[in-house]
Nanobody, 116 residues
Framework: VQLEESGGGFGQAGDSLRLSCAAS????????MNWYRQAPGKQREWIAA????????DYAEFAKGRFTISINNAKSALLLQISTLKPEDAAVYYC??????????WGQGTQVTVSQ
């Protein structure tokens, strides 16, 4: 499975932003997908998860109410909608896929920069 994030860039505090992750290859093996982020000098933190069929989602406490994860039926596109951007949302955002036997796949990340 190959993953490629897009949609990052510059945003102002209060804006909305949508990140995408294109999945290719053996996508039928994907059991679940996640979004993570890593700010400078900080550890990578988990944001949200969704099952491969899109029926179940879970969010980190900080993400509840402002972040929305979704997936298309073909499991080829994972989205993360961020509303009301905050300066602390500035980070590199990564998508992650869990395949058969728990094998994990990662994208290269997309940078989000937030100005006041």
């Amino acid at each position: 499975v190959q993953l490629e994030e897009s949609g990052g860039g510059f945003g102002q505090a209060g804006d909305s932003l949508r990140l995408s992750c294109a999945a290719s290859g053996n996508t039928f093996s994907i059991k679940a997908m996640n979004w993570y982020r890593q700010a400078p000098g900080k550890q990578r933190e988990w944001i949200a998860a969704i099952t491969g069929d899109g029926r179940s989602t879970d969010y980190a406490e900080f993400a509840k109410g402002r972040f929305t994860i979704s997936i298309n039926n073909a499991k080829s596109a994972l989205l993360l909608q961020i509303s009301t951007l905050k300066p602390e949302d500035a980070a590199v955002y990564y998508c992650n896929a869990i395949g058969a036997f728990g094998k994990e796949f990662w994208g290269q990340g997309t940078q989000v920069t937030v100005s006041q």
